[in-house]
């Protein structure tokens, strides 16, 4: 199989979140490396987990549906956005809802870094994932070489 062809490879990623957006903060002013970076805020609606179902009646808990915060950072090199991306995803049960209660925006909303910062990585909210992947060998060294720099808080390439 060719270096083309070659599937997305996953890589692992065991940096903390707060160091990961702290290097994009001071990477930002200082722009050694030459970086995309998107943030998002979403709502994703589910159902509620099973033990909040049993303490409601059938018409209430069929009405009812779980709601999830989802804020989701990815970096990406600028001139070629698609060869690996870099993902940070903050996912906050901020509870159930009912129809009548305040709709909840179905787009995806931008927000800056400093934002995303704020309200998902500071105030240490839910579940956080980081994840990368890579479209083959060589743009998995270059993934590997920024992961590098944010781990030795290094901006130079």
Avoid: C
């Avoid at 970086?35 to 018409?59: D, F, I, K, M, N």
């Avoid at 910062?117 to 998995?140: H, K, L, P, Y």
């Amino acid at each position: 199989m060719s270096e083309k062809e070659q599937a997305v490879e996953p890589i692992i990623v065991d940096i903390e979140p707060r160091q990961i957006v702290r290097w994009l903060l001071d990477e930002e002013r200082i722009k050694a490396f030459d970086l995309l970076v998107t943030a998002t805020r979403s709502y994703e609606r589910g159902e509620l987990a099973p033990g909040e179902e049993r303490q409601l009646g059938e018409a209430e808990a069929e009405e009812l549906s779980e709601i999830n915060e989802v804020g989701l950072l990815e970096v990406m090199p600028r001139k070629e956005p698609s060869r690996w991306t870099l993902r940070l995803r903050v996912t906050d049960d901020i509870g159930p809802r009912m129809p009548e209660d305040e709709p909840v925006p179905t787009e995806d909303e931008e927000i800056d870094l400093a934002t995303f910062n704020e309200e998902f990585v500071v105030a240490d909210r839910g579940f956080t994932e980081v994840s990368a992947e890579a479209q083959d060998r060589a743009a998995s060294a270059e993934l590997t070489r920024l992961v590098e720099a944010i781990v030795e808080n290094r901006h130079r390439r």
